[in-house]
């Protein structure tokens, strides 16, 4: 049985999330290495991610030092670099004094105020390690986390780890506080509470149609 489906996201109609969508212009640029098992997780918020951002390119792939994409990446953005990986070394994303008048740090730190490029690492926890650790050009540069706090509204995929956020909160925390503009991504991780609730909506349908088969 053939089924439509539609030209822009590539899934069923029924399924179609383009209406989450939210076109943000994003300064920095968003690169999303992303493991091969992900590309057909339907959960997957990296195709909401990618239709969101103006600037954001998807990689598929496990290891990326053999190709040219990554390497023309790191060489044409050096230090204005960096990899969204809680690493030992990673730099702490803070709150501006503006977003979280309780502080004194006022503007971003040295060492992140010039970033214009960030990579994410989408899979499963265990799969980004993986990925981390398959690309040693990926732990010269610098790495961020972001604040802890930050609370997922991500309820479709359970994580074990406490914290852990989908790949598309992480990317839009991270932008906002970089950018320093929170109200900019918050359309989309408001549109991203709805994105949940479809999906979970349409994977109980399914269900009980299943159910009744
Ligand atoms: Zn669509």
Redesign the pocket.
């Known amino acids: 049985m053939s089924r439509i489906l ?6 069923p ?1 029924k399924a ?3 209406a989450f969508a939210i076109k943000t212009d994003n300064h920095i640029h968003v690169v999303v290495l992303q493991h091969p098992t992900e590309v057909k997780q339907s959960k997957g918020t990296v195709a909401l991610l990618q239709q969101s951002l103006v600037n954001c390119e998807v990689i598929v792939g496990e290891s990326f030092d053999d190709t040219d994409n990554l390497s023309a990446l790191l060489s044409h953005y050096g230090d204005q670099i960096a990899l969204l990986y809680p690493s030992e070394n990673a730099i702490e994303l803070e709150f501006s004094s503006k977003q979280r008048p309780d502080t004194h740090t006022g503007e971003l730190s040295i060492e992140t105020n010039n970033i214009k490029c960030i990579v994410i690492l989408d899979g499963t926890w265990k799969k980004s390690y993986r990925m981390f650790m398959l690309n040693p050009s990926l732990h010269d540069i610098k790495h961020l986390v972001l604040p802890s706090g930050i609370e997922s509204l991500y309820h479709i995929r359970k994580t074990k780890k406490d914290g852990a956020l989908s790949s598309l909160e992480a990317c839009c925390h991270a932008l906002a506080l970089l950018e320093n503009n929170r109200g900019k991504y918050q359309l989309l991780l408001n549109n991203f509470v709805k994105f949940n609730q479809f999906q979970q909506s349409f994977n109980q349908r399914n269900n009980n149609f299943i159910n009744t088969l």
């Open positions: 539609c030209q822009q996201c590539h899934r109609e179609c999330i383009c």
